[in-house]
Nanobody, 117 residues
């Protein structure tokens, strides 16, 4: 499984970005049943879970992004999205997509998000 993340950039406080993570080398049924998530790593900090979409279709969010971020997927395109609205400087970091397939974790390379005040 290969994951290619994109959509990062630099925005001001209050701005929006939409991250995409395209999966390849994965059959559609595995993608559909996989757990999908976005993590981020801020400078000098550990990687943390931002949002997840479980295999059952439930979503979970870190408290700090609830109401501002939305994780979604397009199964036909084998793509996971993270819509980020009302961005804050604290959202700055490298965002990584993660897909768990058959108990194995796969990671994308990361896309950088910078939010300035």
């Amino acid at each position: 499984v290969q994951l290619q993340a994109s959509g990062g950039g630099s925005v001001r406080t209050g701005g929006s970005l939409k991250l995409s993570c395209a999966a390849s080398r994965i059959i559609l049924s595995d993608f559909w049943q996989s757990r999908k998530a976005w993590y981020r790593q801020a400078p000098g900090k550990q990687r943390e879970l931002v949002a997840e979409l479980t295999s059952g279709g439930s979503t979970n969010y870190q408290d700090s992004v609830k109401g501002r971020f939305t994780i979604s997927r397009d199964n036909a395109k084998k793509t996971v999205y993270l819509q980020m609205n009302n961005l804050e400087p604290e959202d700055t970091g490298v965002y990584y997509c993660n897909v768990e397939v058959r108990s194995r974790d796969y990671w994308g390379r990361g896309t950088e998000v910078t939010v300035s005040s």
